[in-house]
């Protein structure tokens, strides 16, 4: 209703006033108009056809000629009546999408459907209608504001904007406010910026606040279109609050073996604030046992151990701590305070030992039992139990007694072991798992039981020409015992009149010197000088030691050059160690000697089977092929293969057999009959292996007065024995004759 009134108001006032003249055509001071029209508007919003006015052309007649639009929109949106010129608006238009159409306007002759003058161009203009409300940039808004700011900060400024024409009225005029009823915060109507109405907005109690806005077009006019949005505001914590403990006192317990540094407990200090703000500092009063630190986690006191916690001394500790922010609250520095209270454990502990290691020591050569020294331990626990001690380790040389004295159980040589380190064991009555350790060092303290000797084999020699005072030899001497400085040994020569002197030089050495002159290596070849050592300890032990000193012809610088005894005893080799060695190397050698002769005859046989010649080879018949068989006669006699096969099954007897070797003479010794009845024997065998198999016999034992029977053997260089009597044997033998016996080409080959 609203809209049409405002449109037929302007459509009499468009009929009457806008009247526009276009297009000028010939000169200024006769005007002529070829067109003439309305000024032509149309309002937004309007779905049913409508007339906005018409155009008018000095071209067109009545009949002849229609007009024509051309542009945007023609024959769909505008349209125009042929004969009248009326325009039409068949649809809705929208000002916020196109608020301006341009069309062209002609003149054509409905024959020849030519343009008739000239064209105008005119424009129709879309009208604003309210039809949009504003629209929030953002929905929902979001806004930050300390907590306890005062009235009148501001928050938020929200923004919405109207798509109609601003120029139009009011249609674009946004004005805001707050729907949500509440009163802590307020709206600027006009700019939309939200300020803090409550100053005593606290974060604590209340954090976000939601408000719905409304923004409405036609400005503070009654009415307009208007849309609304939800506004977030979150307050920020400011350090207003001060942190507190909840309870007076907190109480806590620890075991008295609780390690240095460990946790006990933690206790928390509440601050309502949050962050940064919330941040607590835990301090504890000063020469404490404990201490206590921030976890930055949580912002809990851990409190942790300082020094040792002792059941027996302290069961209960009691601390004061305080806690407070490191940042002022408003402008100040508070504190609380608590109490904390320990109860330590107790826990049994093992024995401790007096010492944690001990040092003792003890002479060397004494009696057993001999006290070495004492440890001691005690129970640390209130129940202060009986300790048994024991030893751990060296109870085979110490025992230990229920005081915790240590013995000897033997004598002990400080020459063998100068330390014994021992570990004893200290545990309580009746509690096997409470057991402590310690170490003990026992050292054996030296006494004098050791003479001095020599410290080196010494080979001295004098010359034939020496004079009186010559050093020849400058001997040194050790000791077993412990050397310190204050040790000194004496040399002397025990002999009333002698050829040599000594000369102590005051410590652990002396020299030997000539006491007269011209030695002569023909008349005495060494002397024997006797020579004492002797220690200063207490009581004083001596040895007894020879020098065997050569006589020797030296050259100048006194090196010897013909000494009769010195080669020897130089090289420290009497004449009888080197007979023995001598008879030694004879004996093994001929040892040797004789084992490898027996190897070499054990295994002559094979070896003379792998080391055949060339030339006889090819006639060696081996023992795993047959042989050139029944055509070789010169090797069998088939026939008499045959006479033994054809007996077949039936057990030969030696009868059976003679025929074959009738023709063989026998050898006249006896032996050679013993020899004819084994082969006999051999052959009728019938569990051996085949007739004409080569035996091969690895060993043939020995003492035999037949010598070897071994045909193999006697190609040996050193054999002469006369094998000629193979070729009495008949043909089977024909082979070993050949290889054995006195035959021409062989000894042409100077076998
Ligand atoms: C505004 O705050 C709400 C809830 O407080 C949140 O879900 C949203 O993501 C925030 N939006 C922006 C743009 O920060
Ligand atoms: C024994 O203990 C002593 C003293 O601590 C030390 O000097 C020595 O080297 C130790 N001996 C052995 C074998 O551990
Ligand atoms: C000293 O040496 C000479 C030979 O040079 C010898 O005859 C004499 O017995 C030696 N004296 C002693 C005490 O050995």
């Known amino acids: 209703m609203f809209r049409w009134s405002i449109s037929l108001l302007l459509l009499t006032s468009v009929g009457h006033s806008a009247q526009q003249v276009i297009g000028p055509r010939g000169n200024s001071s006769k005007p002529q108009t070829d067109w003439i029209w309305n000024q032509l ?42 004969n009248t010129g009326d325009i039409g608006v068949y649809r809705e238009l929208d000002r916020e999408k196109k608020d301006r159409y341009t069309l062209q306007g002609i003149v054509i002759n409905k024959t020849t459907l030519m343009q008739v003058g000239t064209s105008t161009k005119f424009n129709i203009q879309v009208l604003d209608v309210n039809d949009n409300a504003p629209i929030f940039t953002k929905d929902p808004f979001n806004g930050t504001v300390a907590e306890m700011s005062s009235k009148g900060t501001s928050v938020l400024t929200i923004i919405a904007h109207d798509p109609d024409d601003p120029t139009v009225d009011k249609h674009a005029k946004v ?9 802590n915060f307020y709206i600027n109507a006009m700019t939309g910026t939200i300020n803090v109405n409550n100053p005593n907005l606290d974060r604590e109690r209340k954090k976000d606040y939601q ?23 979150s307050l920020t914590d400011i350090n207003d609050n001060v942190p507190f403990f909840q309870h007076k006192q907190y109480n806590y317990s620890a075991l008295e073996s609780i390690p240095l540094g460990a946790a006990i407990g933690r206790v928390k200090a509440e601050d309502l604030d949050e962050g940064e703000n919330a941040k607590i500092l835990y301090t504890i009063e000063r020469n404490s046992m404990f201490q206590i630190i921030t976890d930055p986690r949580t912002q809990e006191g851990v409190i942790t151990l300082k020094k040792p916690l002792d059941f027996e001394t302290q069961q209960l500790h009691r601390v004061g701590i305080e806690a407070e922010n490191p940042t002022p609250v408003k402008g100040k520095r508070y504190k609380t305070r608590t109490t904390l209270v320990i109860k330590v454990l107790d826990v049994d502990e093992p024995p401790v030992f007096s010492q944690s290691r001990y040092i003792f020591s003890v002479a060397e050569n004494q009696h057993d039992a001999t006290p070495v020294g004492r440890v001691s331990a005690s129970d640390p626990d209130r129940t202060k139990d009986p300790i048994r001690y024991s030893l751990s380790t060296g109870m085979d040389l110490f025992k230990i007694d229920v005081d915790g004295m240590i013995y000897t159980r033997k004598q002990l040589d400080r020459e063998a072991f100068f330390w014994h380190n021992i570990t004893v064991a200290a545990s309580e009555m009746n509690k096997s798992n409470s057991i402590s350790y310690t170490n003990v060092a026992i050292r054996v303290l030296d006494q004098n039981d050791n003479a001095p000797t020599l410290a080196d084999n010494y080979y001295p020699h004098v010359c034939e020409d020496d004079p009186f005072g010559t050093v020849i030899q400058n001997i040194s001497a050790v000791d077993k015992d412990e050397i310190t400085p204050d040790v000194k040994f004496f040399f002397s020569i025990p002999l009333k009149t002698s050829n ?51 006589v020797c012809s030296c050259d100048r610088d006194r090196n010897p050059i013909n000494c009769s005894h010195f080669a020897a005893l130089n090289s420290g080799v009497t ?49 795993d092929e047959e042989g050139g068989g029944e055509m070789d006669t010169n090797s069998f006699d088939i026939t008499m293969l045959n006479s033994l096969r054809t007996k077949g099954v039936q057990p030969l007897k030696m009868t059976d057999c003679a025929p074959v070797y009738a023709q063989v003479r026998k050898p006249d010794n006896d032996m050679g009959s013993v020899v004819q009845m084994k082969k006999d024997e051999a052959d009728g065998d019938r569990d051996g292996l085949p007739y004409d198999t080569l035996h091969i016999y690895g060993y043939e034992g020995s003492e035999s007065v037949a010598d070897s029977l071994s045909s193999l053997d006697v190609s040996s260089v050193d054999s002469e024995q006369d094998y000629d009597f193979l070729n009495d044997w008949g043909p089977r033998f024909q082979m070993l004759a050949e290889l054995y016996g006195s035959d021409p080409y062989r000894e042409g080959l100077g076998y």
Request: glycine share 8%; proline share 3%.
């Open 575 to 623: 004449v009888t160690t080197l007979l023995i060695i001598f008879l030694c190397i004879i004996v093994t050698t001929i040892l040797a000697v004789l084992i490898v002769r027996w190897k070499v005859q054990r295994q002559s046989a094979f070896g003379r089977l792998v080391n055949i010649p060339g030339e006889i080879r090819e006639q060696l018949v081996k023992y």
């Open 41 to 82: 508007h149309c309002w937004e919003g309007v779905s049913e056809p409508k007339q906005i006015g018409k155009i008018h052309s000095v071209w067109h007649e009545e009949g002849k000629t229609k007009y024509h639009l051309e542009g945007e929109g023609v024959g769909t949106i505008f349209k125009v009546d042929p």
């Open 500 to 550: 040599f002197s000594v000369k102590n030089d005051g410590n652990r050495s002396a020299s030997i010197m000539v006491n007269q002159v011209d030695f002569n290596q023909n008349e005495v070849s060494k002397f024997s000088i006797p020579i004492v050592i002797s220690d200063n300890g207490t009581p004083r032990l001596s040895s007894n030691t020879t020098l065997e000193i050569s």
């Open 211 to 233: 408000l719905i806005v409304q923004a409405k077009d036609m400005g503070l006019d009654q009415g307009g279109r208007s849309s609304s949005a939800t506004v977030h505001i």
């Open 175 to 183: 004005t805001y406010k707050i729907l949500s009823k509440q009163d």
